[in-house]
């Protein structure tokens, strides 16, 4: 894990060194198209080089910070961190649990979407479409098949009467609407 840790450290302490004016200088707009420049009024990037030297200090501060408060906890005092979290316990619980994101999600999203599929499932799915289908094929399929059953004598004249009846359906259609 140390040799990907260092490829993406030396990438992110230099990226910003050798594409500067890729990103932020002078070629952006060569870099990225006009589109960057969405209006006349847009002076966000050329404001941007004149912001304070401490806004532009911060991030590195900051890292200096992170890195000597890990250094603290994890070599010089590894015990630190313990007592930390027993005197602080409302803020340590507070961000071992992710800020709470895990069960606002939860609650907010999981449980509704969870609920409405349970539903549609029970009230869509099971009452609606299995039980009036089923009621309207349990009802007509044995109509159906009596029905079938009484064209179904097994005489062969019955069936040639059939034939020739829908043939005469067929040309009284074909008349009156032309086939159409």
Avoid: C
Avoid at 120 to 128: A, C, F, H, N
Wanted: a neutral charge.
């Amino acid at each position: 894990m140390l040799i990907p840790l260092i490829v993406l450290a030396l990438g992110s302490v230099f990226a910003g060194m050798l594409w500067y004016p890729e990103f932020f200088g002078y070629y952006v707009e060569e870099f990225f198209g006009p589109s960057v420049y969405v209006g006349a009024d847009n002076h966000v990037l050329h404001d941007a080089h004149y912001v304070p030297g401490w806004v532009k200090a911060s991030p590195f501060i900051a890292m200096l910070l992170g890195f000597g408060l890990s250094w603290l906890f994890y070599i010089k005092s590894p015990d630190l961190p313990v007592a930390l979290a027993r005197s602080q316990r409302p803020l340590y619980l507070f961000l071992l649990n992710k800020w709470y994101f895990d069960e606002i999600y939860e609650t907010t999203l999981v449980r509704p979407a969870k609920w409405l599929g349970t539903f549609l499932w029970k009230v869509g799915d099971g009452k609606t479409i299995d039980g009036v289908l089923h009621l309207v094929a349990k009802r007509s399929v044995p109509a159906l098949t009596q029905l079938a059953v009484r064209l179904q004598s097994g005489y062969l004249f019955h069936y040639a009467l059939m034939i020739v009846l829908g043939m005469g359906a067929i040309v009284v259609y074909v008349v009156l609407f032309g086939g159409h």
